[in-house]
């Protein structure tokens, strides 16, 4: 597929990540633009292809656009936005007295994402995902990477779809729409996989990255957390039971944060105890 050529002077910058930048259109509010760091070209295409095929399955996420290429060199996505939206993390900082309303819409949303059942043959498996992280991570010693590999075979086998990146920043909603958005990382496979990362954000991250990322203190972080788990697991669940069966799970996303930062995280690692054990 060949990228559309456009002009990065029509942009203007408007957030970043580990991965590259957002951009958003300075005549049209409608366009946004997702640019990936120099040498990044296989990425952004997979990404746009990969939204296309989850965006055809009728799942709600805003409608993807167009590959492109600055003069630069630069890869991206130019995306549809979602004008008016808001994120369920900004939304409870913004109104924490709503905190209750936000944790059960999110969570319904998750429910429902992971009841849709897909065609394996079409979408990665999550657990071949985290077998690729295990083989590439430098920080784990082999007799560590021999059982993690056995946790992560030992978890019942799901068809049902995963976002992959499930932060409570990644639901957004305008009226009564809803939508996911950066399912660069969608596949299919126990959802315990998926809502562990609902668990780290709010949880298991420390105050300062709360702050910075989801704009508001660890502490109603948490209480997002503890309105979610009824909600998603069951009104009879404990909470205690629940976070210990989603415990390793998170710890599993250390594998994640340390490719992106290229260091090995401790704070993460922890929840790991029971499977290193």
Request: one cysteine or more.
């Amino acid at each position: 597929m060949e990228p559309i050529r456009i002009n990065l002077n029509d942009y203007v910058l408007s957030g970043g990540g580990a991965n590259g930048e957002s951009y958003d259109h300075k005549t049209d509010p409608s366009v946004m633009l997702k640019l990936y760091f120099p040498g990044k070209i296989q990425q952004p295409l997979d990404e746009m292809l990969l939204a296309r095929k989850v965006y055809d399955l009728g799942i709600p996420t805003p409608e993807p656009g167009e590959y492109v290429v600055t003069e630069d060199g630069r890869y991206g996505i130019r995306f549809h936005r979602i004008l008016g939206k808001k994120s369920y993390s900004r939304a409870t900082a913004d109104e924490p007295e709503k905190i209750g309303q936000f944790a059960a819409e999110f969570a319904g949303m998750c429910l429902q994402l992971h009841a849709i059942h897909l065609d394996t043959t079409r979408f990665e498996n999550v657990k071949d995902r985290y077998y690729r992280l295990l083989a590439e991570n430098p920080f784990f010693t082999a007799a560590e990477k021999d059982r993690i590999g056995r946790f992560i075979a030992d978890v019942p086998d799901e068809d049902t779809a995963i976002h992959g990146d499930l932060q409570y920043s990644n639901g957004i909603f305008v009226g009564d729409k809803r939508y996911f958005i950066d399912l660069g990382d969608f596949c299919y496979g126990n959802h315990l996989f998926d809502v562990a990362m609902v668990y780290l954000c709010t949880c298991l991250s420390d105050e300062a990255f709360i702050r910075e990322t989801f704009h508001m203190p660890k502490s109603l972080a948490i209480e997002f957390w503890r309105q979610f788990v009824p909600v998603y697991f069951g009104a009879d669940r404990p909470l205690k039971d629940v976070e210990e069966e989603i415990r390793p799970f998170a710890g599993l996303k250390t594998l994640i944060v340390e490719r992106d930062t290229r260091r090995p995280m401790p704070e993460f690692r922890a929840a790991l105890k029971t499977v290193l054990q």
